[in-house]
DNA sequence: CGATTTCCGTACCGATCGATATGGTAGCGT
DNA sequence: ACGCTACCATATCGATCGGTACGGAAATCG
């Protein structure tokens, strides 16, 4: 019943692993660059996560619950335009650290090969489900009246999260933080008011 | 001297090429894809434009004189307001293409395995050449009054760039056409004036 | 027509891909 | 101390990766 414990620590072998799936995406890392990151055999691996699929899907959802926690965290600002700056700062944050630039929702598995589809799809799903989240928060706001009329929620959700992918993207050229709290900065100013 | 001529027309298998890179992302794309899109060969295809990566730069060359040629001609539009509506209309129109949404650019190689760094780097750089071009005109603009003065044309080009790059993620996951064209528009309504 | 040059098609190269079979053993419960 | 269980390590699986060697055929030249 209860045989021999593990050696590795479960989650820090996955901190590893998602570290190495942010700097090079789905592709292009090999089990053989997991397993070396992570101290940890193949079989071990595969016992403990299933596959490499089913890895990169758990390293999402500790993304989410991570380093990407600001995307959550923002929409609980108390009016629609700290929920902006709130996130345009956090992404900024995130997307410049040295261990990994940019964001594994975004550069993780953008454009795949046939045998890739469902992490694919899954990295696209979290993303339009944030983008419907930060709509719903965008369409309560409007309800309170903080944006001028005629304004749509909606297109203000998706017009705020293309920035954060556009940040994301420049952050992989090795964009310094400064820059992209610039662009922020920029892109605050022309918020609806 | 001169002996038995190709049987394909190279122009063409290049474009076809370009379309599976387009699709798949460089990683994503095996060389069995390529000669079954091509209907060339495979010792054909080595023999016609050096390896894949080299076949991938030619396609990125093609891909920057034809489908994302508006990027250059936006640059030629008489105010920088003008220069801004040209190159996002453009820039959805491309994205959306049915034949291959997104941008080559963009997630052709935009995180990569140590075999592909070339691709990736080349990818960035252009990626970087572009912005360059787009601060410079900005820069011009400035000069000539269009904007308000404390106005960065650096930042502006940087957040115009961005902002293409997050209506091409958005495009990978499906999103129509009008969807993106109402960000564009949302995003001109804050231009500098 | 013959000679030469280049291309096409098949078949194959070593390397690496993701994924496993197998045996030895460390650890827990009794 | 013993037996069972589950983990670790090596070695290997078939498939596919990017890239080529080689022989036959096609087209242009003289």
Redesign the pocket.
């Known amino acids: 019943?209860?045989?021999?414990?593990?050696?590795?620590d479960f989650d820090e072998a996955l901190e590893r692993a998602m570290r190495v799936f942010w700097r090079h995406g789905y592709?292009g890392?090999?089990?053989?660059?997991?397993t070396a990151a992570m101290g940890?055999?193949?079989?071990?691996?595969?016992?403990?996560y299933?596959?490499?699929?089913a890895?990169f899907l758990r390293c999402l959802e500790r993304y989410h619950r991570g380093p990407a926690r600001h995307a959550r965290e923002a929409l609980a600002e108390p009016t629609a335009r700290a929920v902006a700056e709130h996130l345009l700062r956090g992404t900024v944050e995130v997307v410049t650290r040295e261990e990994g630039p940019g964001c594994l929702l975004v550069h993780g598995a953008l454009a795949t090969?046939p045998?890739a589809e469902g992490v694919r799809a899954e990295s696209a799903a979290r993303r339009a489900a944030h983008r419907e989240a930060l709509r719903a928060r965008f369409e309560q706001a409007a309800l309170a009246g903080e944006f001028p009329p005629g304004t749509d929620p909606g297109v203000l959700a998706d017009h705020l999260a293309a920035l954060t992918y556009g940040l994301a993207v420049q952050a992989t050229e090795g964009a310094p933080p400064d820059r992209l709290h610039l662009i922020a900065a920029h892109a605050l100013r022309g918020w609806p008011h």
Chains 1, 2 share one sequence.
């Open positions: 019943m209860t045989g021999r414990p593990r050696a590795f592709e890392t090999a089990l053989s660059d997991l940890v055999n193949r079989p071990s691996l595969y016992a403990a299933g596959n490499k699929e890895l090969g045998g």
